[in-house]
């Protein structure tokens, strides 16, 4: 009587063990991709900020700079 007690026992933590090894394996999965995509994310706004300084620096390099400049309605 107290086998079969003992071994429903250790064939539920079995079973919770093997699910909990399975929610690891799976969260571990979508981090390891998050990561990827925030890397690739941040290369991108690393990119845009160098091109909008490019901008920037070509408009100050034509003797006018955006502050100054009237607006199109004007």
């Known amino acids: 009587m107290m086998n079969s007690?003992?071994?429903?026992?250790?064939?539920?933590?079995?079973?919770?063990?093997?699910?909990?090894?399975?929610?690891i394996e799976s969260l571990n999965e979508i981090i390891a991709?998050?990561?990827?995509?925030?890397?690739?994310?941040?290369?991108?706004?690393?990119?845009?900020?160098?091109k909008l300084r490019d901008i920037g620096?070509?408009?100050g390099a034509?003797?006018?700079s955006p502050e100054q400049e009237v607006p199109p309605h004007y």
Do not use: M, P
Request: no cysteine; net charge negative.
């Open 5 to 23: 007690a003992i071994e429903a026992r250790l064939d539920e933590l079995e079973s919770k063990l093997a699910f909990q090894d399975d929610l």
């Open 33 to 50: 991709r998050q990561d990827r995509d925030l890397a690739r994310l941040q290369l991108s706004v690393n990119t845009l900020a160098d």
């Open 57 to 59: 620096e070509s408009a």
């Open 62 to 64: 034509s003797g006018s």
